[in-house]
Structure formats: C-alpha cells, structure tokens
C-alpha cells in the first residue's frame, strides 16, 4: 500500500496543489485561482474539487494507495487553530476556520493541518531535505518577503499564539528602511528580493552609477535575477548589493543563532542561487556578530527542497509530521 | 516527609549554596569563595563540604526531610553536558565536568544538572514565580551583563550545543558599541547596568549638561542606582537614561517576539527596579517595532523571583525540572 500526502500552498493569486509520496516526490500537482472575490464557502468548494479530481488521478496510476491527510501552508497560517488571520495579501477577511472547512469536505482524513509558508517550508526540510536528522536547526525563506521555520528539539516552534517564527521581522537598523509591515529596518526590507533591488538602487544614487548595467533599469523592471547576472559580469554594483546583502542577513542570522543555538540555518529562495555571491558575504557577517561560543559552529546551508516544488513539499509534510505524534 | 533541593550559584568571586523547598523557600543559605587559584579537585571538595554542612543544619530542624539533588547555575554552564566550558570570568580554564565531580562526591543524589545563570532564573521562574503554567515564555537578566532564558512548550530551550538563550548578544546598533564578547552593537552593551552608565556619559557629553546630578560622578563611581535615585528627582539625563534603555531593550524584546511568540516576556535584575521608568519606554518600543498580529499580545512583566535569593532559587529549581522528567 502506497501512502501519499497532499499538499496545499496558498499564494495571494495562485494555490498550488500536489499529492506527494513519502520520499517528498511530487506526482501529481495542478492548482486552481485564489479567488478575488473573498467567498470562502465558494472557494473550499472549488478547493476540494481539485483535490478530489488530483487524488483520482493519483488512485488510477497506484490502486493499491492511501491518502493519509492534507497540509496546507498560507500566509498568516495559524497552526493551532487551523485558521487563516487577517492575511494582508488575501481577499478572505477576518478568521477564516481553514481546517475545520476542508475537514467538513473530507471527513475520511484523519490529519488535516495548516501552517504558514515558511514553517511549512522548515517542516519539509526536516522531512525530506537537508535537515533530516537535525533536530534544531531554523529556515529562512528568502523571496517577495522573508519568512522563518523554527525547529527545537525536532518540534516546529509554534509559540504561544500560533505565530512563532516571523524572524524576516527582526530589526536590523533603527529607524531604517520601512518594512511592508509597517514598522522600519526590518530585515525583510533589506534581505528579500525588493530588499536587494532597494539597496541597488540605493547604491546606483551613492555612487551615481551611471555605468552600471543595473542604470538603464526602472524601479518596477529591476530584480533580483538581473542583479545576479550583473554580479557574474562583474558590475561593481551588482557585487556591493549582494556583499550588504549578506552583511544584513549575516547581523540577523547571529541573533537567531543567540536566542536559539540552532545546528544550522537553512536558507532558501530565489536570491540563494547566486551562492557564494550570498552565502560567503553572510557566513562572514554572521561569524562577526556571534558570542566566541558560537563561532566557526553554525552552518549555513542551502536548501535542498526544489525551488519549484518546495511549497506543496513543504505543505504535505505536515501530514507526516502530524503522523509522528 | 519534606523534600528539598540544592541550589548553587556560581558566580565569579561567590559561590551561593542554599537549601530550597518546594515551594521556593530558602531555608539555608551560605556560600564559599570561588577560587582564584584554578584547583577544580580542591574546589569541589570545599563545595562539597559546604554543602554537606548545610545539609545537616537542615536536617536538625526536619528531622523527617530528603534532599532529591543539587541544581547550579554558573556562567558558560553547559546542560547537555553538566559543564562548565571557557568561562572568562572563573579561574577554572577550558572545560570542566562540574556535574560529574559533583556526582563522585555526591552519588545519594539522582538529580544532579547545571545550566547557566540566566537559564536557572528561567526555570526558577517557571516552578516558583510568575510564569508557573506559562508554556511559552523568555526571561531577561539584566545586571552586569544581560542573560536570557527561553521556554518553549514548557521546556528550557538549550538548543544544539547546549548554550541557547544568549538573547543580550543580539546587534541593535550596527557598528555600535563595543560589548564585552568583543562584536559591536549588542543589546548588552546598551541595556545592562554597565550599558545604562555608558548612555549617561554619552548624553552629558552631548547636553554640556554640567548642571545634572551626575555630573559630579567619575564613570568609575557611576552606577544604576545613582540614575535611578537621579531620576526620581526629575534630572533630565537620568530620565533620558531610562527612555533610552527602554528603546533599545524594546527593540530587542521584539525580536525576540519575532523568534518566538511567547505568552509574556519576564524582565529581572537591578534596573527593573525603576518600575514605570524603565517598563513603559520598553514596552512603547518592543510595540513599535512588532508585526500587527503581535502587537498588544505579549506581556512585559517584572520577575517575581526575590533579588536576593533568585539565583540560588533558580538552580535550585532545576531539580524540581529534573523530577518531571
């Protein structure tokens, strides 16, 4: 008997769903729209229908297959409620009672769960990735934001609310950048993706970086990847964004590493594909930072869950996870 | 039949030993010098003997009693291991196995462990004060230095190498003042009793500000009372004093938030003994800098542990933390 997961990521335009296997091989995935037009009701329907049609599919290509639950992971997941709070970037308002929902659609699965992208994300590394084994370590996703997993003693740090783990929301410099938050020189405004164009354009206004080959690009057209291309060309630009780029993230990897001792530090994300460009930057700055206890201890890694699949990956570990207590 | 535990702290000149009971009450206490002269064998005998001392005066005044271990708190204390590792300021070098020693001399006892200073206060928290039935909550010290202890799930995070918690040695100021560890910027360098002297003559420096009751005070006489008793009196750096540390300590208290969404966070220590002065600029700043789904959620509370007795209180509580076990 084949025994299989599903996973849900819900994006502020896209969910993606997939049915995962145990190995966190994805073999099935689609998605439908996350709707505009906030009717909860109408979109679990939508939901589950999906979901059905996927697992027919899954069950005409192993007959001998059991579904164990579902995982799903969205922007403020609350993990002990099961609910979605006042996400900023969905059309649903309010508590949305997720689980309960989905539970209502498929009382036969025992393990339903929901957590944000970024725990859901941790819980796949440990599962299936790179931090197998490990039994305190902390992930940091690096993408339009930055999002944090936090594993102590095997266990994902949920916290006293539901909310642990918002490290892309530690502050880095006071009264610095303003943070999509609302609050300023959050880390998010400086290490996620618009976060390295900022400090490009930044840099560009310094040194009045007329030969740059970022100079010809708008505010709305740069990205992260045009910075990387340039920083394989050697533009000087390009370089320095990602040296303070990692300088940043460096300063608050150390105070992770200060409050909880992780074994390592995952991180994972578009701009990590630029790999030395970032890590070595980061690793140094980190190092500088640490208490001598600390230091030459904590690795940094990069992921090893795929950047297409990562979300659903992530999200149907959950279910195995629920299946371990 | 009464049930006690043994609480050692171990500080840099004093070794603090008492006699704790159930419910935190210190029915004995003494303590021995700590050593100058770096003889580890010599120096458990002394304890030892201190101990064994103790043991009996309490045993005279309850004959029907029984000593279930011992509890310590010493700087750099290691749990996982039971020691003490490069600890800058004993004259003890490299590592010590202080709990195994301790067991030769003592192998009545089944409970024997050890963590840091800070990490005793927190669980001395958790069993005897304010933070009984809290599962998720942080404990700051702040006095010469600043020590922390996390609580996640109801249990003392010591993370992979055993020596989690360091939440002091967060950066708050890149490129900032020099801390005692040696990096730049940490929130001990601003929030400590040292940290609060610092800021004093940084500001007289800045105003001219001759006329403040502080002026007359060389840095080496400058201490936390005299900014306190200073700024009951109204004395403009005093009170300025008190609205700095406050947002430097908030801005480290919310990123402690961010790590981990505790129920409350505890604050300890001889500057907390300000009261208003110190906890309403904190909170004003830890609001300030916090995501909107933390704000108005978490509490900022003074320890209940009495100042005098909380170390010894503290490690003695590890004993009773061993028992659940």
């Not at 190995?23 to 709707?35: R, S």
């Not at 993990?79 to 689980?99: C, D, H, M, Q, W």
């Not at 943070?179 to 405004?189: I, Q």
């Amino acid at each position: 008997m084949k025994k299989f997961a599903i996973g849900i990521d819900i994006g502020g335009t896209n969910t993606a769903i997939g049915v995962v296997d145990e190995d966190g091989n994805v073999l099935v995935k689609g998605g439908i729209d996350t709707p505009s037009h906030g009717d909860i009701n109408q979109y679990v329907k939508d939901l589950a229908a999906a979901v059905r049609e996927m697992i027919k599919s899954v069950t005409l290509l192993n007959p001998e297959s059991e579904v164990l639950g579902i995982g799903i992971g969205a922007p403020n997941g609350n993990y002990y409620n099961g609910t979605i709070e006042y996400a900023p970037n969905l059309s649903f308002k309010g508590v949305i009672r997720l689980v309960d929902l989905l539970k209502a659609q498929f009382p036969e699965y025992k393990y339903l769960a929901l957590t944000n992208d970024a725990n859901a994300a941790a819980i796949g590394e440990m599962v299936y990735g790179g931090a197998k084994g490990m039994r305190n370590f902390v992930m940091y996703t690096l993408g339009t934001g930055v999002g944090s997993g936090v594993v102590v003693n095997g266990d994902l740090v949920y916290g006293h609310d539901g909310f642990a783990g918002e490290c892309g929301h530690t502050t880095l410099i006071p009264n610095g950048r303003m943070c999509g938050c609302g609050a300023r020189g959050h880390l998010e405004a400086y290490c996620s993706a618009p976060g390295m164009k900022r400090t490009a354009f930044e840099l560009m206004a310094h040194y009045n970086a007329t030969d740059s080959l970022l100079a010809d690009k708008s505010f709305n057209e740069l990205n992260s990847k045009m910075i990387y291309d340039a920083a394989v060309k050697g533009d000087k630009i390009a370089l320095e964004v990602f040296e303070l780029t990692g300088k940043y993230l460096g300063q608050g990897l150390a105070d992770t590493v200060h409050h909880l001792s992780p074994e390592a530090i995952f991180l994972f994300g578009g701009p990590t594909a630029a790999g030395d460009f970032i890590f070595k930057p980061t690793i140094e700055s980190m190092e500088a930072h640490l208490l001598p206890i600390f230091k030459n201890k904590i690795k940094v890694l990069p992921s090893k869950l795929s950047a297409g699949d990562a979300a659903i990956v992530g999200a149907s570990a959950l279910v195995w996870k629920e299946l371990e207590k």
